[in-house]
């Protein structure tokens, strides 16, 4: 017996975390455990907590120096972790 109508396991995988409402939370995951992959270990090194709220992610560092560098490139910030995951998970970022 010949199947016609084949998906792609990780096409299923996605329909399913889609109807289940939990895609977004799964990628909220992916966006939190990849920062420190897409800002570097000196960046990761000062970075104290991350969470994400209301499309917003909120970062509390430890370095003044380290935090406003990265308040001066935010839009940037949001592309590539945005990028990183793969969907548009957050639209701003707060450093604390």
Do not use: F
């Amino acid at each position: 017996m010949r199947r016609t109508k084949s998906e792609p396991v990780g096409e299923l995988i996605r329909q399913y975390l889609r109807q289940q409402g939990l895609e977004s939370p799964l990628n909220e995951y992916r966006l939190v455990q990849g920062w420190p992959h897409v800002m570097g270990p000196i960046v990761a090194r000062y970075t104290r907590d991350i969470t994400i709220r209301n499309q917003t992610l909120y970062v509390r560092l430890t370095s003044p120096a380290v935090r406003q560098e990265l308040s001066m490139q935010r839009r940037e910030l949001v592309t590539r972790l945005n990028a990183y995951v793969g969907a548009q998970v957050i639209c701003d970022i707060v450093l604390s």
